[in-house]
DNA sequence: CCGCTAACTTATCGCTGCTAACTTATCGCC
DNA sequence: GGCGATAAGTTAGCAGCGATAAGTTAGCGG
């Protein structure tokens, strides 16, 4: 009966076509996420609460996925890819280099604030992953849009012209930082996240490019000497 | 027989003295501590493995532990504390205010490279800790110590007088954002990873100060100008 | 209608965190 | 020495986890 008091699964699937089995394969993933961001811990993403959630059993799971962390993979990619339209979106219009830079960094953040516990996921969490994950990051569309911008900046004269990777790094450090401090320590006053970020981000820019104008890797003395000067100048 | 095949443990604990359970806490906590260090993974910390390594059943740590995380809040602890010993004397001697703050920075890099699993357990998995955890982080040597040296760098002049407690944060995030992300993705081309730090807490607090000459919160267009006429001078 | 097989299930293993209930060693005390 | 009291630690077991082996069912080609 309908209306018995016991567990039983409420919502079966209809079996796939014959030759669509593979359709059920983005259903899982989304489960996976939605399942993610509903809950705050991450591990209350079970195969077992997935496969109810998408209304099949959970060894179904595994003709999809090899095991848990490639489901969890899939939907760091899926991840990936929101915040690389989201940055995009963010971007879309900004024509100063430092500028796109700039909104990029804030959508980076705010992306990761607003899903902390994808950002989690696809940043802090130790994911053992395929071989060449070297190229699935630096090759990724938000690392490439992000660099290209670099490369942009250093075009402008924002930045030292050179091997623009270690200044994506850094960079990418910086927002990264501010991101997952946030997310790992909530109760802290940060005051106005955006406000924070901002001011981390533009920090973090504007120490490379001094950095550049100290003749790229100063010392203490100098920099100590420099900041007098522009001090006494200042006032 | 002694040498059977059965997976009995081989070592137990003598039962301690009638008034001093206390004493095997400590072990308890070293050992999970020892046992993070050592495996890759977290989750290879469990409850039963803690306990054979200390000698002792699994319902034993209960008598010591209210569950799990309260077991490792204390590996946290214990975590923090060996972080703020290696920063106190990384810093020690070290005179010039800007030098310690770069002293502490780098020391916080490397402790976190070298216990990455530590480092993470302590700022990346969502520990639930009891109510006052932000007194808790505040008010941790480590900490006090960073934002001491940050009080002195205003005292010094090379960062605008005010409340120390943003900017200590804006550093410490640029610390957190290198170490976390170095141990995230540690294949991803870093090349020299003291080098890496040390440019980007000098990036860090350079952009710190020179956000300061600029008036605190500087508009993009004051920044670009300034670089300008920076990049002018200087050439 | 039949057999093949893709798609999915049932049943189970070894593991986990955790608990209830039991045992044992050590203490002060007589 | 013997004796309860109780701290310290055990055995046995629960529910839930990821994962697997083996069985079942539905749809399609012939």
Known sequence: MSSGTTA???????????????QLRPEIVKAAKDLLAASANADAV??????????????SIYLHFEDKNQLLSAVVVDVFAELDAAM?????????????L?????????????????????????CPKPVDEVDE?????????????????MDAGIFAAGDPLPVTFQLWAAAHGIASLVIAKPYL???????????????????????????????????????????????
Chains 1, 2 share one sequence.
């Open 46 to 59: 079970s195969i077992r609460a997935v496969a109810e959630a998408v209304g099949v059993t959970p060894p």
């Open 88 to 100: 995009l979106t963010a971007g879309e219009g900004v024509e100063a280099p430092l500028g796109r």
């Open 189 to 235: 006053p940060w005051g106005d996240i955006e406000a924070f970020a901002d001011r981390g981000l533009c920090a973090a820019a504007l120490g490379q490019a001094t950095g550049d104008l100290l003749g790229g890797k100063p010392t203490l003395d100098v920099v100590a000497a420099w900041l007098a000067e522009q001090k006494g100048a200042a006032s």
């Open 102 to 126: 700039r909104a990029f960094g804030l959508a980076y953040v705010k992306f990761a604030v607003s899903h902390p516990e994808h950002y989690r996921l696809a940043t802090m969490d130790p």
């Open 137 to 153: 990051v630096l090759r990724s569309s938000s690392f490439v849009h992000f660099m290209q911008t670099v490369v942009d900046c």
């Open 8 to 22: 039983r699964k409420p919502v079966r699937r209809r079996r796939a076509q014959r030759g669509s089995g593979e």
